[in-house]
Nanobody
Framework: VQLQASGGGLVQVGGSLRLSCAAS????????MGWFRQAPGKEREFVAA????????HYDDSVQGRFTISRDNAKNTVYLQMNSLKPEDTAVYYC?????????????????WGQGTQVTVSS
């Protein structure tokens, strides 16, 4: 069982990145998925979540309107499109699989975690 996050990098303010989270060893179909981030010296925080079928999307207020979470169950992959990036978006971004089919802003409700991908927004 593995989640592989990718797509991070260095981008200027206002730029865009698309993160991917590919699962192997299990099927994502029946799980809600979440993206979290952790900046240096700060606690991990919720960014976005998507229900098992993609029918329900949820965002933290800080990214609402700028980030879009999506999934392709056929490809066993979840995405996070990040637009209008700000310096405060700089963090390591993690994808995670929920314990069940329900999403949550609580990281303790997720059981599998990717290794993280670094996003750095320069001003």
């Amino acid at each position: 069982v593995q989640l592989q996050a990718s797509g991070g990098g260095l981008v200027q303010v206002g730029g865009s990145l698309r993160l991917s989270c590919a699962a192997s060893g299990f099927a994502l179909d029946y799980y809600a998925m979440g993206w979290f981030r952790q900046a240096p010296g700060k606690e991990r925080e919720f960014v976005a979540a998507i229900s098992w079928n993609g029918g329900s999307l949820h965002y933290d207020d800080s990214v609402q309107g700028r980030f879009t979470i999506s999934r392709d169950n056929a490809k066993n992959t979840v995405y996070l499109q990040m637009n209008s990036l700000k310096p405060e978006d700089t963090a390591v971004y993690y994808c995670a699989t929920s314990i069940g089919s329900s999403w949550s802003i609580d990281g303790n409700r997720y059981k599998y975690w990717g290794q993280g991908t670094q996003v750095t927004v320069s001003s």
